[in-house]
């Protein structure tokens, strides 16, 4: 089976700090994703990733970045955390060959105060 | 990305089956048509996908029309384990698979 882990299930930061979300993966996947969600908003795609190295922005970027050195870990990495990016952080893989089904890791509730 | 609509939330009894519709009346003709399902304090987990008519598997059925501007997710009978948020997607799984998540709809089974 598929293993998609995030580093962290809960975590608490403050205003300004600089947060490192880390989601590791298994499966030799090459694509890799970050979601937030909030309630009534859905998920909501942050950046993805088709191969080491390389990253794409998804529909809210700002505020975001990632970094993917290695294939199986995909950062999220908040500069200045602010009160607006608490939210749960969910992320995924897949592969590009069948049905691209995204296999999902058990997210992150982050605190901003 | 074509853009689905569906029902915020269902409420339905033990035993008994759902059927959820999708709207995606842009849907493309490479566009695939996949369902998620989140249980609380869960990251998504993939249900089913199709392209066109029907697609059965041991969780669900989803039957798609002729014109594809729709589609409905059908779980038989029910269990309160059921009880979770189903998001309808459209896509083109050949894009670089990229998702767009819609809020979901909501279904609450009652004993």
């Known amino acids: 089976d598929v293993k998609v882990t995030q580093s962290s299930r809960y975590l608490v930061k403050r205003t300004g700090e600089k947060v490192f979300l880390e989601c590791v993966q298994d499966m030799d996947h090459e694509n890799m994703f970050w979601y937030r969600q909030d309630p009534g908003l859905g998920l909501r795609l942050i950046y993805f990733?088709?191969?080491?190295?390389?990253?794409e922005k998804g529909d809210i970027p700002e505020g975001y970045s990632v970094s993917r050195e290695k294939k199986e870990r995909f950062s999220l990495i908040l500069e200045s955390a602010s009160t607006n990016q608490t939210s749960m952080y969910l992320c995924?893989?897949?592969?590009?060959?069948?049905?691209?089904?995204?296999?999902f890791g058990p997210g992150t509730r982050l605190t901003v105060l | 990305l074509a853009k689905t609509t569906q029902p915020i939330s269902m409420d339905s009894y033990e035993g008994q089956e759902v059927n959820i519709t999708c709207s995606h009346n842009?849907?493309?003709?490479?566009?695939?048509i996949t369902w998620y399902q989140q249980f609380p304090s869960q990251g998504p987990r993939f249900i089913i996908q199709?392209?066109?008519t029907k697609v059965t598997n041991e969780v669900a059925s989803l039957f798609i029309p002729a014109d594809r501007k729709s589609s409905t997710l059908s779980l038989p009978r029910v269990s309160l384990s059921d009880t979770a948020v189903y998001y309808c997607?459209?896509?083109?799984?050949?894009?670089?698979?990229?998702?767009?998540f819609g809020g979901g709809t909501r279904v609450l089974v009652k004993p």
């Open positions: 995924a893989s897949s592969s590009p060959s069948g049905n691209n089904e995204q296999f």
């Open positions: 199709g392209y066109k």
């Open positions: 990733s088709y191969d080491v190295k390389m990253k």
């Open positions: 842009n849907i493309a003709t490479n566009d695939y």
């Open positions: 997607l459209v896509g083109d799984s050949a894009a670089g698979n990229k998702l767009t």
